[in-house]
């Protein structure tokens, strides 16, 4: 009597297959490449780009690498697709320029939180002397200032707006005075202890406005815009390509107050230091932005 079953080896071969087929797609899982997170190192942006890298590595066990480099050398990896993601685009004005020329090669994940940039002043110059842009004119405010606008990085989307601001305001006799956010904050400490007027290029949020008193100056040509609100923003394809990580950007924000306490301390300790404490302390509202995301990649798998 022939005791072995004619279905015994069909279904060893689909039990095999299968158990091939899973271990692949393990191993496809396991294998997936870092998303490339582009950043430039400004002070909002570390905090915003570590709590994501550390949010992905926990939750999804997704490695990430991060890639610093001035914004125009982001936008176009990110069109070229040599980098995967930035999380710190400033529209509709700030770097509208940049998003215009690619855009067709991009895809907006979202807003993270809303900001602002302008030209600023220490609250101990008179409001009455400086209170617009209109004033920087003034040949006595021109003297004092002594033509300087100081600023970070040539060539970034404040830097180009603040060209035109000289060119829309007849700013004739002032020059802009570029090192980095370092250099120009410095540079502001410096004036302040010498008490010596100085006029920035300001952005918030941003810890120099907790630890110096700053005003912005009005800008009635709207130059600089009014609110801008901070994208994360990713090459054609990637949303397909990392739907969790996507859906994540989507829904991922963190409250302008928290992150700019989360600066401050940082200039006390480190960085990753006050990072991980604070996703320590807000894991369930980090788990919420990948919830939906996870049960809509898990419904779609056969």
Known sequence: MNTHSPNKKPLFATLLSVVLATGATLAQAAEQPPVRIGWVNWSDTEITVKLATTALQDRLKQPVKLVMADIGIQFQALANGNI?????????STHKAFYDKYKDRLEDLGVLYEGRIGMAVPSSVPLSEVASVEDLNKPQVRAKLEGKILTSEVGNGQYKLTVKAIEEYKLEGYKLVASSETGMLNELDRNLKRDKWSLV??????????KWPLRYLDDPKQIFGGAEQIHAVARKGFSQQYPEVAYFFAHYSVPKADLEALMMQARQSSSDQVVAAYYAANKPRFDAMFQQGAEAVSSRQP
């Open 84 to 92: 995967d993601l930035i999380p710190m685009v400033w529209l509709p």
């Open 201 to 210: 290029n300001a952005w918030s949020p941003h810890w120099m406005f907790s």
